[in-house]
């Protein structure tokens, strides 16, 4: 049982760090708050971190439900998320920005960012929902439940350090360095969103022409 909640617990964490992206996320917080006070910041990252656990625990709930109501099977649902990936992926390795111009400018006037664009689409987007949902289909134990919650706590506790040293952090690695991680990150998010495909084929095989894999 214990070995479940560990698995679950680190397979979790494991799976929607490098999506989430918290460390690519620093420096657009940052932006976004530079004419704002330290106490103002704070806040921020404290609602920005309970926003990320708030989206990424309900998609864990009712994962399986959207999938039912929409019939969508598991095999297409590793597709679509393995493409979303992919995507954000592709942006990271190209050094693309993850908000557009126009967003950008929208969040500066906005009060509070904690919500959009911070928590949604930037942390916990489309890639890291897709990646929850699809965890939702491989629990089945109250405990198996538990380790995906506590990978998500995690997350959002490590979120929160990354926000609130940020600034440190981009004074020590630089622009450079931040993009040199990033890029590293994209490389091993890319990696994920093949084996994320790949799988959903090989579900999608097993489903309709069980022969071919006999």
Known sequence: ????????????????????????????FYSLTATNTPRYRLQ?????????????????????????????????????????VAHTAWEMVTVRQRLTTQEHAEAADKEDISFT?????????????????????????????????????????????????GERLIEKLGQTGIGALNRILGFLILAIAVQLITEGILEILKTSAPSLLS
């Open 1 to 28: 049982m214990w070995q479940n909640l560990i698995s679950y617990t680190l397979g979790t964490l494991a799976a929607l760090f490098p999506i989430a992206n918290p460390i690519g996320a620093v420096p657009i």
């Open 44 to 84: 921020q990252a404290q609602k920005t971190t309970l926003n990320v656990v708030g989206v990424l625990f309900t998609f864990l709930l009712v994962g399986k439900l959207i999938l039912s109501f929409f019939g969508i099977s598991l095999g297409v649902l590793r597709i679509a998320g393995g493409l979303i």
């Open 117 to 165: 664009p911070m928590a949604v689409p930037m942390i916990s987007g489309p890639g890291a929902i897709g990646v929850v949902i699809g965890l939702s289909t491989k629990v089945h134990q109250w405990i198996d439940y538990l380790g995906c919650v506590i990978g998500i706590a995690l997350l959002g506790i490590l979120i929160y350090v990354f926000l609130v040293l």
